[in-house]
């Protein structure tokens, strides 16, 4: 997949953060070399994060994130925004705070700093404004004291100017040397299959589905099957049948969307390898024992127990929508019990989650890693199981230890 065609979930996710009028929005402006960002005298002029996926070079692929003042009025919308900032932080990559260099850091400017290094998020503590404080404190002892006030090693601490632009390339070689290392080993399905292998994919067209187009996660295996020079044949579950009789041959894989699960695996033979997009997903995201493990616990819900149904994306929920329709009515047939059930979607992700029994999150492709990592720690830490959409149907149409047989020998995971 090119540079220009990287998800957003698999991207360098740069937060920029600071007081109001600090110069965050300059910064990313001086940094991607375009007006990005809103810039004005008046505080508190962005009042959302916003998100943007671009080309950063020399970094390549990255999503800036530009956030709301940590000082924002002392309000109830003003410490709204004030949280949306810090929730930044779960999908934040490298943290950039940006403090107004002929102020230093402030105590707003700690307390998010420590929240950074608490979750153990590489950093940059960028002073700005050092036009400005050439001329009011001449940077001698006075630049030496506003570095030693930050506490912090100097390493992570570069003056820059966003109004001309100086230290701008230094402050992208810093961030440069921050990028995690790459993992080459994470694949959907490339070290399951070998060139020439048939890959049957089952994408159901219905209501819900994406007019004119496929989902992400379908466009993200369909091209790692073709870099793995392997053979990929897209059908409905409605062609199924024929395709599989018109074929010659057994496919080598056939992989579903969740939804079609238990009427794929009633057509194609048991001795043909099935799996579905949200297990090779959750695979490649590295939680794939943990959502096993979670969907287990359908079998021990208690009738009136509380469970958050969870999706990493927004959008327009049909009528026949799986998340908040037909997955609440799936867990209600499989195990004859009524339950409440709560629904969350996109950044939205609960801070408490004491009250719920099981989560069940959908794949998460939207989400990047370091997102998805920090909502199943925040279920570990509470010991509540999570599962995902694709495992928890599996497991009801009992059908899990099959599709997750092919990956048994490299998880060490247990029979069903």
């Known amino acids: 997949m090119s540079l220009n065609n990287t998800p957003s979930a698999e991207r360098l996710h740069i937060g920029i953060f600071g007081k109001r009028n600090a110069g965050k929005s300059s910064v990313i402006n001086a940094l991607t070399g375009q007006n990005l960002a809103i810039v004005s005298d008046i505080k508190g002029t962005t009042t959302d994060p916003v998100l943007k ?27 709204l925004r004030i949280q949306k900032a810090y929730q930044m932080l779960n999908k ?64 992570h601490i570069l003056w820059v100017s966003a109004q001309n632009r100086s230290n701008i390339q230094e402050l992208k070689e810093l961030i440069g040397k921050l990028i995690p290392s ?5 694949y959907i399905v490339h070290d399951l299959i070998r060139p020439m292998d048939l890959i049957v994919l089952v994408v159901p067209i219905d209501s819900a589905a994406p007019k004119g187009r496929l989902i992400l996660p379908q466009q993200q295996t369909i091209r790692d099957i073709l870099e793995s020079g392997a053979v990929s044949i897209v059908v409905r579950e409605t062609e199924l049948a024929d395709t ?20 794929v695996s009633a057509i ?18 590295g939680n794939l024992k943990t959502v096993v493990h979670g969907a287990y616990t359908l079998d021990k819900l208690k009738k009136g127990d509380k469970i958050l149904i969870s999706e990493g994306c927004t959008h327009h929920r049909q009528c026949g929508d799986i998340g908040t329709v037909k997955l609440p009515n799936l867990i209600r047939r499989y195990t004859e019990k009524d339950f409440e059930f709560e629904f969350t979607s996109g950044t939205e992700f609960p801070l ?40 928890a149907i599996a497991y009801m149409n009992g059908i899990l230890n099959r599709s997750i047989s092919i990956f048994r020998d490299t998880l060490d995971l247990k029979e069903i």
């Open 352 to 391: 408490n989650l004491s009250e719920y029994q099981l989560i069940i999150h959908c794949g998460g492709c939207m989400l990047n890693e370091r997102e998805m990592k920090y909502r199943l720690k925040c279920a570990e830490d509470a010991h509540i199981p999570m599962t995902n959409y694709g495992t």
């Open 92 to 155: 934040t990559d490298i943290a950039i705070l940006v403090i107004d260099g002929t102020v230093g850091m402030t105590e707003e400017d700690k307390k998010i700093l420590t929240r950074i290094q608490d979750k153990k998020i590489p950093y940059i503590v960028v002073l700005n404004k050092a036009d400005l404080a050439v001329s009011k404190i001449c940077l001698g002892n006075q630049s030496d004291s506003i570095v030693e006030s930050c506490q912090i090693p100097s390493e």
């Open 268 to 285: 194609v033979p048991e001795h043909v390898p099935l799996t579905s997009f949200s297990i090779l997903f959750a695979r490649y995201k």
């Open 244 to 263: 599989l009789k018109k074929l010659g041959r057994d496919p080598d894989l056939v992989i579903t969307d969740s939804q079609a699960f238990k009427q």
């Open 182 to 186: 790459s993992d080459n080993d994470r």
């Open 53 to 79: 996926s671009m080309e950063l070079l020399p970094l390549g692929p990255v999503v800036i994130i530009d956030t709301p003042g940590l000082d924002d009025d002392a309000d109830v919308l003003g410490a």
